[in-house]
């Protein structure tokens, strides 16, 4: 198991959200598969969610969207 880098804590393979805010437009992303500490909360996302991620938020980005934009993963991915 690995543990969390801030606490030390253990973490446990969880969904989570993804929020970014890109000063124009807040993106929540929803059911991310994440490790999370479950002493702190801290997340961490492997290197092919977090390249997923930057896609999803690059596609709302491009969208023109005004405000706030959720995204559910798993059907973004």
Avoid: H, W
Avoid at 15 to 28: G, N, Q, R, S
Avoid at 29 to 44: D, I, L, R, Y
């Amino acid at each position: 198991m690995d543990t969390c880098f801030f606490c030390k804590g253990d973490m446990e393979p969880a969904l989570t959200k993804f929020i970014v805010d890109l000063d124009d437009v807040v993106v929540i992303v929803k059911n991310v598969p994440a490790m999370v500490c479950t002493q702190c909360g801290e997340k961490s996302f492997d290197d092919a969610t977090m390249e997923r991620l930057e896609e999803i938020v690059n596609k709302v980005r491009e969208g023109f969207v005004t405000e706030v934009a959720i995204v559910e993963y798993t059907k973004a991915a």
